[in-house]
């Protein structure tokens, strides 16, 4: 008898709203927006999975077509679409809701293949005039796996230490996978090498700006070798 009762409900709703038309589609953001596709933007990817969706009949419309199109956008991490139907004095309404997650950006890349943002996985995001991230920039031959496994680690620890952050601007890859760094203050190129030994790298440079840098001699040396283990090679300008 129960399941006789549920049967009929089921059945109930589902001739209650067969027909009704989808009248709008509605767009919400999650999470932090570093970058954003506009609303306008989200509609028509989702529309590429079929131009029909408002004026189609709630059953006629396919979800999972609509995430596909949307997540096509190397700037969406994750899409969610869903269907509601409410009522007011005119009768039922429905509504196709896109709920989207961007990624964020970590790093813009200007390579021979292009420009572009990667995000901490080393996924593209494509550029866009209608968004811009502060984040570090790295420029040179790149590739998607010197990105990944030296690159993005590096960036990442620059951007976790306050000193580091403000104070190295731009990343040089060099064809032999070396990195040379490009500093804000002082103007000097730190020929930093591969990202091993990073750490002791680093506390090498702080300590060569705290002892030879500190009574105004940032101008004094324009290149910087870090790349020889445990040494520090200056030259002066």
Known sequence: MLALTVVAVFTFSSNRFKGVKCTQMVVKYAGRKTIRLSENELIRLAKTSNQQIIGNKMENIDTEAIEKAVSRSGAILTVDA??????????YKGAVTIKVRHRKPALRIFSPNGSYYVDKEGSRIPV????AADVPVATGNISAETTRTDLLPLVEFIQNDKFWKAQIKQIQVTSS???????????????????????????????????????????KYSRIILKFENQVIAKKS
Do not use: C, P
């Open 82 to 91: 869903y269907k509601s139907i409410v009522r007011d004095s005119t009768g």
């Open 128 to 131: 866009s005039v209608n968004y």
């Open 177 to 219: 996978g070396e990195f040379i760094l490009t500093t804000l203050v002082g103007n000097q190129l730190i020929e930093f090498g591969t990202a091993g030994h990073m750490k002791t790298k680093f506390r090498n440079l702080k300590a060569f700006y705290e002892q030879v840098l500190k009574d105004n001699n940032w101008n």
